[in-house]
T-cell receptor, first 114, second 113 residues
Framework: QKEVEQDPGPLSVPEGAIVSLNCTYS??????FMWYRQYSRKGPELLMY????GNKEDGRFTAQVDKSSKYISLFIRDSQPSDSATYLC??????????????FGKGTRLSVIA | GAVVSQHPSWVICKSGTSVKIECRSL??????MFWYRQFPKQSLMLMAT?????????EQGVEKDKFLINHASLTLSTLTVTSAHPEDSSFYIC?????????FGSGTRLTVV
């Protein structure tokens, strides 16, 4: 079993839909969870950063972490064509995030159709 | 978060030549930088951890002599792909860790012909 599992998609939704992206993980030591957005031929861009369990909201984006189920989610409300990208989840067990490499999911390709 | 500049954005080189990719942390003194490789429709694969003033730490299966990493200052790490071959064609991305996650460079698309 891989440390982080993420359905690669592709996922296609109509504009305005609510999008749900998910990752599961096996390492119970993970405590720091991130979601990145990556446009084609670009570096990943940090969207959300959460610590431990709970919810975090930022505009149209909501990140949820359920450590008991080892499951994290990213919700996108009122999806726009500009949200079309690959979304990667990433995790770390170390408090010293800056010196410890992240473990990434494979990424989910999302297409929002106008 | 940190501001990271990566250069060049894309490069085409002949088989057997070497290519240098630069990663600069513009507003943050980074003792550690990370180099990733990404194949089409695949996730990021960590290649090595670049440590300022010391040797890089390479992941299993990554050839140290082929992918030379130099982190001579707190703001600059370089990755040199030596004697490049077509199978080295890929998307290379650097990143810098911060207090709230990592910042990635814009990536370098290497094509070896």
């Amino acid at each position: 079993q891989k440390e982080v599992e993420q359905d690669p998609g592709p996922l296609s939704v109509p504009e305005g839909a609510i999008v749900s992206l998910n990752c599961t993980y096996s390492n119970s030591a993970f405590q720091y969870f991130m979601w990145y957005r990556q446009y084609s031929r670009k570096g990943p861009e940090l969207l959300m950063y959460t610590y431990s369990s709970g919810n975090k909201e930022d505009g149209r984006f909501t990140a949820q972490v359920d450590k008991s189920s080892k499951y994290i989610s990213l919700f996108i409300r009122d999806s726009q064509p500009s949200d079309s990208a690959t979304y990667l989840c990433a995790m770390s067990s170390s408090r010293w995030v800056r010196n410890t490499p992240l473990v990434f999911g494979k990424g989910t390709r999302l297409s929002v159709i106008a | 978060g940190a501001v990271v500049s990566q250069h060049p954005s894309w490069v085409i080189c002949k088989s057997g030549t070497s290519v240098k990719i630069e990663c600069r942390s513009l507003d943050f003194q980074a003792t550690t930088m990370f180099w990733y490789r990404q194949f089409p429709k695949q996730s990021l694969m960590l290649m090595a951890t670049s440590n300022e003033g010391s040797k890089a730490t390479y992941e299993q299966g990554v050839e140290k002599d082929k992918f030379l990493i130099n982190h001579a200052s707190l703001t600059l790490s370089t990755l040199t792909v030596t004697s490049a071959h077509p199978e080295d064609s890929s998307f290379y991305i650097c990143s810098v860790g911060g207090e709230a996650g990592y910042t990635f460079g814009s990536g370098t698309r290497l094509t070896v012909v």
